[in-house]
Every structure is written in structure tokens, then in C-alpha cells.
């Protein structure tokens, strides 16, 4: 095998020739990226090839600037002039706003930070970042880390656990458990901690110990103060569109039966034009063409795209406060409600003085929802883009069903937590932690997947299997009957002892 | 944003002259059809770029009907005169045999109906209404709806619910609940309600009130009595046969633990082969040459689509009866039988009266099923698809393997339904509803997922992971395990009571 | 219908003429192989279309070991001489070897065998023969047979069983849902019983009767006495390098929730990466370019394949020794451990004399698995792929977490084997067989899908929604409630009796 490690300095000269002329008719590389490229080409191949294939790399900012609007892929109202008319490379971004970051550090000679955040694209993509600030998933870290009750479910599951007394106690997960767990989609709080040098293919080399890191989740507390991180949907380092626009990208966190949007879309109609006819779409275009680009939404295309019909009239407007269209929360402790008014959900109080979106008994805390004014004005603007494929009969039998389906679902939710109730009333369960306990648990499931799975499958896939038997109405009802069954067991030893 | 509503007609002329040229070349478009599109490519320009694309589009029936029969994709015998020689456009299908449809309303002054139905369709697929017509699918509405024991499952999964005097009482699931949940792939009954006035795009119009739509279940109640919805493979507005052929499209209502036909198949040596293969597959010929365009089947190849060999050999022929090679049910309630006779299986009872293929014991309700020989010849059917690929020692070994299974997967569902008869027995559990107690409910994931799946497993793939650990006998095994420990509880606390 | 029973030897002359010149051009073929086209390509046509479409179809031995070392695709030093200059067909396959295999027979005046085993591959691919032998995999078959714990568990999930005396019984599961269960993925031993007379398209033929065939699974045991399935990953009868290379082959046998490691994949940013992105990559290059021909991982590119950067500099090293870079086994019975040293397991013993790789407390069995400094350099060897585009901070980060979750993992499981243990000291359980009651099954899904899930999420995907949610710490964490709640209620019902 060939050694991989190399005469660096030699070697980087060597490349920096060969790879100039590759891309430069489009773009020139400025001199800084050179420099990164000349070593990185060499030690992480991999990386350096997915950008060279990047919009990123072919196309300076001030031609994307320059594009007709409908066309324009940078938002920023003017682009610092010393990016203008370079690729964006390495040094651009790594290099941007070096004073904001925690982590920038001198790296032969140049100081670069290893985490680049929202507030560096929105250098560009001003308006992306404005918008993906109001939307929830920015506050996700927080939402979930600063919840106390949320915390108290957090713990029941990551645990350390230790059973003792006949129950289970609960200790404190560390920082590597929640990372690599609630936090890896919630987001991680990065912190720098030290300076570490480490031995590396072009020597002994000095790089700062980032706390946190890595991480690509939603909420990503960065090290400049910027929440979010870009790369969650718009994967590093091509950046490509077609794969932010492809359901595969929210798959990543969106899977399991807490949030199982993507196999709900999967075994949706919609999902199975995706896949049966996808081979002949066009996902790179902007604007992005209802009919001809595509033939049936992806996740993309009713959340956040900017899609045109043939004449170029906009069907929908791009929005990355994703939640623009979304009237309810489906998910959430314990039951769907109208969705929070802000992105940081931790202010929230319902009547019982629990942060949470409604009461165990299932009343809203009105005040931190949105009232059924906005509501309606976000249902009519999802319905813009149904429109394009769907009458008005269609989109108001659906709608319909799927107002149904949201009180149905909390009503069986509110049987399920009743039964729950007369647990912790008998004293057969303690709920000073409501989820740390078998029969807590089987209830947490009925409300937290089989509730949920329910609502994604009426929402989005029209009904079916999926909200049937996959984790929908079966599962529930048998939750509930389980709860009873429990209690009813319980009941008879306590009896039989009289 | 530009506002989408026009000034409809005058916009509608405009577009019209545009539109024409596109598709004039091959299939000129009818007079209606083109006033249909003159309005609707701007408002719903999704569903008319779509067709555009089809074969509807492109090719006139005269020309379809005038192929070699092997390469003919339209079957009827003749085609009424006035649709020959244009394309099957809007007006083509929307307004064809009005005077049968409940919904046929004026809609700016033509006639026209919503929902387009089998029997529409059968003016040129006359063969494969024929066919489906005899197939269990088409019957899927009244096979769940009319049968009184399913009913009992039906309103266990969709509640309401109630938990009175230590038990769940069940009420009645409303229609809207029903359509979005069994009915969504069993099909809805439609039902015009009456006429209601919307502002629309184009201004103020009237349209029918449809009862259980929109749907595109595989067994629905058209509004000309007609059963069916071709649309539930074949996906509106393109009606790709690349679609129907691709096992996305199965999956909207074979993917869930009680048919997990598609999960099956995508973990299979056939799946594994179209997943990796497939982009460079040919899915729009017909006929469909094994090898040359295709290298694996898919759901179609062995249930459905008409298959040659390179010499155009006939390897196996088209059906819409998707039961013609199927000598087994793998399901139902609750063993593996023979497959029914009729396909309305309202009628069918057991010996202990039950409208069941088989009693609570296994004893299957031979009357009603078909009987060995005509398995065989189903068998043979089916096996003669496998031939183009697997020799004679290949196709019996894997016969023999799934034979057992069926006969071990009945046995281990017998002795889980044992120990449930003791239950009863016992008064520990009232057969009344056989579904609704929490104990019950592990007996029926018993059969109604586990019991299905392995069966599944062995018929598709060979066996495998699927069978064991993934919804399997490990599944299988733990219910009957659950069954006995429940039974020893409760047992003991009885006891202990003495 | 055309019926296909052809007068056979007619028309197989026919054919014959026809297909020569199709491949003649690159690779000649052998005249024995023309002898089996002529009949099989009317018999078997999808299999024929398939292999003519192969590289075996158009490249000679000769020309492939004349290609460069890095493209070089046979790793045998010499090769036959009578294979050299031919097509790889039908009988250089089926007719190599003869004399070793139990199934050799005359089959219309040639001797053939029906099972092709790795030994007969060797011929042309003797490294990976000789690496694949020392693969873990290749021992699936016996390391599962021959392991009486192993047994035990094998024997609760494939029963039969039968309730009597308050417990299950279980009896012994036949070879056939032996072959069709566990032995599909684990590989069959194969054992010619006789020979059978056919009716088939060609006449009365006779063929050797294999009991265990058919079977594609890793360990087979085959009729030369060698061990595994080449045609496991490389399917017939194209065996395309491209399909081995996509993660769909893997998930045959590593989807259920025992080894989920395609659906973690599938979940994952590289799972994720490849599904958006796969259409535009090359999968059939030899060798492998990083960011070229692919811009993330599939299995084969951690595990197998020989990957090199654009310069063709190596980054990592072909190997069908797939533990090659694997430090830690994952599941087991039933903690995470230090892989085994040798390919067979069977000879392994912990400290309580079980042939098992951890003692039920946790104590690995350390003499029969790889020390501290193997399992560095088995990391080392994986990270070398990582770093094509990941540097060490992010590396490192991952690593720290992976090895984390392995303790906390076993850390989890090791409760709820203490919660077992309490139960089986109270006599509440029997564990002469520790898998076959419902409370052990219970804690048995703890170990087997829960923390193996936990971990495959951790070494793969990074952390995420399916380590938490879908068969994650969400369900480890309910299985120690769920022990100790049946405990409790155990006792609860013995001390109400006091």
C-alpha cells in the first residue's frame, strides 16, 4: 500500500498546479483556498472533490447575485466586495468573521475557524438565516435541554439506570450519551475547552478541543452565539440543492415512531411518486417547477421551496422558517395543539404551571399558541401548493379528515391519560417523574408514538396502513386497553390480599 | 407574489392557442379537452404537466388498438368511433357514460363527473376491468364493511373509547374516521350529498358534494356502482405503467406489520436486485422482456404484467385477477387457507358459523375455498415465472420450505388461540369482541402481524432475517409465551386469593 | 398462450447460431458453454440475458489478470490455462472441480455440479477466497449450530411448541424451517440425499436430490466441504461488482432488529448522502475513487473494497476479511466485546464454562477475543477511510462517543441481566432454558435488539433518532421498568398470599 502520509509541502505544490485550471474558467479560486486546497486535496480527498463538483465552486456570488430573482440563490442585499468575485471555498467560509468564533485559531499561518454557522452563510443567504432564526428548529436545543419536564423524560430514557428497592433510579447521562443522542438532531452546545496539538500528515500541528463537536443538529449552539447549523439539510461540502430537496435529508431525524414523517411519506401516494418516477425529475432548477421539474411533493416542496407553475407564477414562496404553513403541532407533550407562537418554547406555562403546550387533562395554553386566525391563514397557504395538483373538494375532504383525525387521536390520548391518572391517584405509580416507571411508559408510547404516528399519517399521507396498523390506531387502542388491563391486575392483588 | 387568480377566461384563450402545438403531432387533442385545459393548466398546472407526459397524451386509441397484440396496451374489442382518433384527454374520461354517474354536475356548460371509475376505463380496457372485477381487491369494501367479525376488529383499532368499570367500551367510529384509516386502502362508498357553491379561481361555481372522497382505495364504491379504483395503482395524471410495475406503488397499502409484503420484498434477493439495479431497467415496454428488461421481479412481474422472453415467448400473461397464481391466503382471520373461491367473501362461513375462511381451531370452510386442484394449477401458474430464472430443484425446494411454513405458522397460531380459549374459558377474557381486551389484542398481533409476516417472509424471500427477528417467530414465539404468563398471573392471584 | 415445452434439441441448434456472435467479439466462449446456452437460454432465459450482460461474459481470465495491479479484479498468481482465453460461462463454473463436489452429474453427456462454492471462485479469486475464510461469516453455519446456548435461543423462536402444565414446551424445529429461518442468512449444510428423475422442457433428465438448496447464505457448508456463498453479496448470475458495492445486498441479512445496520445506515448523513446523491456516482470502477466515483460510504466502502484517492494513492486496502477493521463485536450474548480472534467461536468459554464471548455478569472471555492493541489497530485501519473526509477532531469526537455508548450500552444491559438474575434466584423463572418464558424474553430483547441498535447507531450513523427512538434507549430503558415491574408484581402477589 502507498503510504498516505507524504512530504507534505512538496506534494502540495505539486497539486496546487494541477487543480487550478479545473475549475477556474467559471470561478477563480482565491489565493487563501489555494493554500487550503494545496494540503487538504492531499489528505482529505473526499471532501475537496464533493466541492469541486459545488455550485459553491463555480459560481462566484457576484454572478449568483445577478441572476433574475425567481432565479437567485443568494438573498443578501450586497455581498462584501472581497468576495465577490471568487469561488466560495475554504477560506471563504472557514475564514468569515474569524473574530465571532471561539474556535479560530492560526493554522499555518492562517486563522480559521473549524465551525462555520449560520450567521457565516447568512454573509449570502441573509434571508435564509433571518427566517430559519423564527423557525422552531433553530430554538431546538434549548426547547428541549431547558424544559424541565421535557428533562425528566430526557433522563428516563438516557438514563444511567440503577435499580434498587424494588424501582428504578436514575442517575445523570453524560455529555457523550446526550450528544450522541437527544442532542445529535436537538443540536449540541459547542464549547472550546483547550488547544491540543496533535501529529498529523503535514506534522506536529496545533488545534483548539471542541467541546460538542461534531455535530449537524437542528439547534446547534455554534461557538459565535448563532443557532442552528446549515449542513443538517444542506450537506457539506457540495451544499447540493437536490439533496436538501430530496425526503432522504429529513429522514436523518425524522424516522423513528416519535417523528415518523418519512416512513409515513414513503408509504404515501406522494412518496410513491417520489420513488417510482424521481430517475426522470430535475432537482437542481430554481425556481423549481410544479409538473415539469417534479411530479409529486417532496418534503421540500410544501415546506420550504420556492415552486413556480410553467409560466413562471409562483405557486409558493421559499421559507425557511419551516413551520410557516403549519397550523398544528402534532407532536409535543401530550396532545396535537395549535402550534407556539415562538420558536423558543421553554416560556411556554400551561394552567398547571408545567412548560408544556397544553394540561395532562388536554387544555392549550392559549396564550403561547397561535390563535385560529393564523391558523387558518397558515392552512391556506399549505393549500397554495396543493392547489397546483388538487381542487378544492379534494384539499377540503382532506382537511377535513384530518381535523378529525386530530381531535380523535387527543380524545383517545385523554382516555389513555385518564387511565394514567387512576395509576397515580391509587398510588400505584409515582408521578413525580410521569416516565420512569413500566406502566408511565406504556402511556408515554401512546402519545408519543402511536398519537403522533397517527396525526403524520392523516396529515401527510392521506390515511392508510401506516396510521392503522404501523404504529397508528391499533397501537394506540392496545395502549389503552393495556393501561386498563394493567390497573385491573393491580386492583385484584390489592383486592385478594383484603 | 403574483396573485394566481386570473382573470380566468380571458387568460383560459390565450393559453389555449399555447397549448395546442405541443401534442398536436401525435394525438390530436379534442375540442373539449382542449377547453378543459385551457382553465386548468393555470390552475392546476401539476396534474396537466403530468399528463402531458403520459401516453394518454400521445397516443390516439385507434392507433393503441391497431398494435401487435403483444405490444397492445388497450384490450377491448372495439373503440367507440368519436374516441379513436384524439388524445384520451380530459373530456375523454370526465365526461364518458355521464348518464351512469351520480356526479355528473354542469360545469362551465359541460357536462362532466369527478370521479372516473373501472367502468370508465373499460371502454378501452375492457380485459382488465373484466379481470379485476374477479380479483378479492375489487371487493375489498364490502369484504371489511359487511363482515360482522371483522367489524368487531374494525371498532376495536378505531374506538372511540371509553374506560368504564374497569374496561373499554367502545362506541362508533365516525365516517370520516373510518375513510381515513380501513377505508383509505379497502376503498370508501361514495356518495353524492348533495351540490355546493365555491368561490374558485374562475369565480363562483357549483359542484357536486362527494361523501367519502376523495379515495383511491383498491375496493371503492363509484358513483356508478362500479368497484374499483384504477387510480390506486395507476397514478393519476400519467398513468405510468413504470409506476404500476414498481413496488413503491404496492407498498401505499402492503407495507404495514399485518401485510408487510414490502418490507419483505425490499429485504429479499428480488429487492436487493431492483434497488441496485433498477436505473438501468427498462419499466415501459410491453410486453415486458425478462432479462433484457428487467433482471429481478417486482410485485408486477409474478402477480400482474404480461412477460416475455427474448424471442417473445410468452413466460407468463397479463392478469388484473392478481389472484389467479395465488393458491394461498396468507392471512385473515385467523390461519393460512386455501384461497376463497368468489371474491366476495361476505358469504363464506365456518363450521361455527362465523363468516371466517377458517374456525377459531383451524378448520378451514372447504366449501368455500378453492380446493387442491386448483391450487396446483395456480401453483404451476406462478412457478412458471420462476422458471425463467430458477431450474426445477431451486423452485421445489423453495415450494417445500414455504409449504412448512404455512403448516408450522398455523400450528404456532393454534396454540397461541389455545391458550386464549382457556382464557375464555376461564372468564378471564370475554370473547364477545374477541379483540378488545388488552389480552386478546396480544393474541391477535399473534396471528393478524407475526403469523403473516413469517408466512410472508417464506412465499417472497426465501426466509431470512424478516421471518426470525424482524416481525417474525420471535415475535411469534414471545406471544404464545405472553399468552401462558398472563394466564399463570392471573392464575395466581386467584389462587392466592383461596 | 405460446406454450414453452419446446421440441427441445430443434430448436436449441437454432438458438446456438444466434447467440455466438453477441459476445464473440470480446471474449470468446468455450464450446461447452455454447452446449448449455443452446437449450438454457430458451429454458432460463432471464438468468442467460443476465450473465451475457456480465463481466464473466466479456472479458477473458487472461484479460483481466493482464490489467494493472490497482484494476486488477482476479488476485489469483496463475490461472488455468484451459480458462485463459474464454468467456467465464456456464461450464467453467459448473464444471470445475467436479471431482470435489458430492453433486457432480451427467446432465445430458456433461459432467456438471449445481452448487458453484467459493473453492471454485478461488480458481480465479484465491485472495479473497483465503480472506473470506478467515471472515467471521464464513463460520456462520457452525457458529450457530454447533453453540449449545445459541441452540437454546434458536430452538425458543423456531419452537414448535406446545402449552401444557402452565409453561411452553418446546420441541425440535424440522430442517426445513431450519433452512428457512435461521440457516437462510446463517448458510445451510448442504448433503446430496439421491437423485430424482425429472419431466422437464428438455425430456426425462435425472438430477441429484441437495437437501438445504436451495440457499445463498454465508456459512454454507458446500458439497466440496467448503464454507460460504460468494453469491451472497455477488449475486447470479451477473455478479456485479456494483450491487455488492450498494448497501440493499448487506440488508438481506442485516435489516431485523438484531442487526439493524441498514436502517441505521439508511438514517444516517452517509445513508443519507448516497440515497439523494447515488444516481450521478460510478459503482462498477476498479479501484474505487473517493469523491469521484463516490462521495460517501456504502458498506462495502468501510468494510471490503479497495478505495484510492485521484491520484490513485490508496486509502484503504481490498479485504474479504470483513473484521479486518471491526475492534469491537456489538452483539453477542450479550454484551458488546473485543472481537473473537478466530472465525469459528465455537471453541470460545467464559469463566462460567458457557461458549460464550462475555459471562452473564459481563466478563469477557478475554483468551478467545483480540487485546487492547489489536483492537488499535483495527481502529487505526477503519479511521485511515474516515480521513478522506474527516479530519481527527471530528474523528476523534465520534470515537469517544462510539465507545461511550459501548459502555453505557453494556452498562444498561448489565441491569436488567441483574433484574433477570433476581428473578431466576426466586425460582419466578427457570433458566435451564434462559430464553423460552416471557420474562426472558423480554430482557432477551433488551440485549439482542435494543443495545445492539443503541450501538450500531453509535458506530454508523453518529448518534440520532434511531438510537434513541426506533429500537434505541427508549426501549432498553422500558425493558429494566418492565423486569422490574413483573418482579414486582411477582412479588406482590406471593406476599398478598402470606
Chains 1, 2, 3 share one sequence.
Not at 39 to 48: N, Q, R
Not at 192 to 204: C, S
Not at 309 to 317: C, N, Y
Request: glycine share 6%.
Amino acid at each position: 500500500m502507498v503510504l498516505r502520509t507524504v512530504s507534505a509541502l512538496m506534494f502540495c505544490f505539486v497539486l496546487f498546479a494541477a487543480i487550478l485550471p479545473a475549475a477556474a474558467d467559471e470561478a477563480p479560486i482565491s489565493e487563501a483556498t489555494e493554500e487550503c486546497l494545496g494540503c487538504h486535496t492531499t489528505f482529505h480527498p473526499g471532501i475537496v472533490a464533493d466541492w469541486f463538483k459545488s455550485r459553491h465552486a463555480t459560481v462566484t456570488p457576484a454572478a449568483a447575485r445577478a441572476k433574475d430573482e425567481l432565479e437567485r440563490r443568494v438573498s443578501a442585499a450586497e455581498i462584501p466586495e472581497e468576495l465577490r468575485a471568487t469561488a466560495v471555498g475554504c477560506a471563504e467560509c472557514h475564514m468569515l468573521r474569524n473574530d465571532q468564533h471561539a474556535d479560530t485559531f492560526d493554522h499555518n499561518g492562517m486563522d480559521i475557524h473549524v465551525v462555520v454557522s449560520p450567521d457565516d452563510c447568512a454573509t449570502c443567504h441573509s434571508v435564509e438565516r433571518d427566517q430559519y432564526r423564527q423557525n422552531t428548529m433553530s430554538h431546538a436545543h434549548g426547547n428541549l435541554a431547558i424544559n424541565a419536564v421535557y428533562q425528566k423524560l430526557e433522563q428516563s430514557i438516557l438514563g444511567p439506570f440503577e435499580a434498587r428497592d424494588s424501582r428504578i433510579h436514575l442517575g445523570t447521562a453524560n455529555d457523550l450519551t446526550r450528544a450522541e443522542a437527544c442532542y445529535s438532531c436537538h443540536g449540541t452546545r459547542l464549547r472550546v475547552t483547550g488547544i491540543e496539538t496533535r501529529e498529523t500528515d503535514a506534522g506536529e500541528l496545533e488545534f483548539p478541543v471542541i467541546d460538542g463537536w461534531p455535530n449537524q443538529g437542528v439547534g446547534r449552539i455554534n461557538l459565535d452565539g448563532s443557532k442552528g447549523a446549515c449542513t443538517a439539510c444542506h450537506t457539506r461540502h457540495r451544499f447540493a440543492i437536490e439533496m436538501a430537496r430530496k425526503p432522504h435529508t429529513c429522514k436523518q431525524c425524522h424516522v423513528g415512531p416519535d417523528v415518523p414523517v418519512y416512513k409515513v411519506y414513503s408509504a404515501s401516494k406522494h412518496g410513491n411518486i417520489y420513488e417510482a418516477m424521481k430517475a426522470g425529475w430535475q432537482f437542481e432548477n430554481v425556481p423549481w417547477t410544479v409538473g415539469q421539474d417534479f411530479e409529486a411533493p417532496t418534503c421540500a416542496v410544501c415546506h420550504v421551496s420556492l415552486v413556480v407553475d410553467e409560466d413562471g407564477v409562483v405557486v409558493s414562496e421559499r421559507s425557511h422558517r419551516m413551520n410557516d404553513r403549519i397550523a398544528w403541532r402534532q407532536f409535543g407533550l401530550i396532545y396535537a395543539h395549535a402550534h407556539p407562537k415562538s420558536p423558543d418554547t421553554t416560556k411556554i406555562q400551561n394552567k398547571d404551571n408545567q412548560p408544556l403546550p397544553t394540561a395532562f387533562d388536554g387544555t392549550p395554553a392559549h396564550d403561547f399558541l397561535i390563535d385560529a386566525n393564523e391558523q387558518a391563514r397558515r392552512t391556506a397557504l399549505m393549500q397554495q401548493t396543493c392547489r397546483a395538483c388538487h381542487d378544492a373538494s379534494w384539499i377540503n375532504g382532506h382537511w377535513q379528515r384530518y381535523d378529525n383525525t386530530l381531535r380523535q387521536s387527543n380524545a383517545a390520548v385523554a382516555v389513555a391519560t385518564g387511565l394514567m391518572s387512576e395509576i397515580w391517584q391509587a398510588g400505584y405509580a409515582d408521578p413525580t417523574n410521569p416516565f420512569d416507571e413500566s406502566i408511565e411508559r406504556r402511556w408515554s408510547e401512546g402519545w408519543l408514538f402511536y398519537g403522533n404516528s397517527t396525526r403524520f399519517s392523516a396529515s401527510m399521507a392521506g390515511g392508510g396502513d401506516y396510521g392503522v396498523f404501523a404504529n397508528g390506531r391499533f397501537q394506540m387502542s392496545q395502549v389503552i386497553m393495556d393501561l386498563q388491563d394493567w390497573l385491573n391486575q393491580r386492583r385484584a392483588i390489592e383486592k385478594k390480599a383484603e
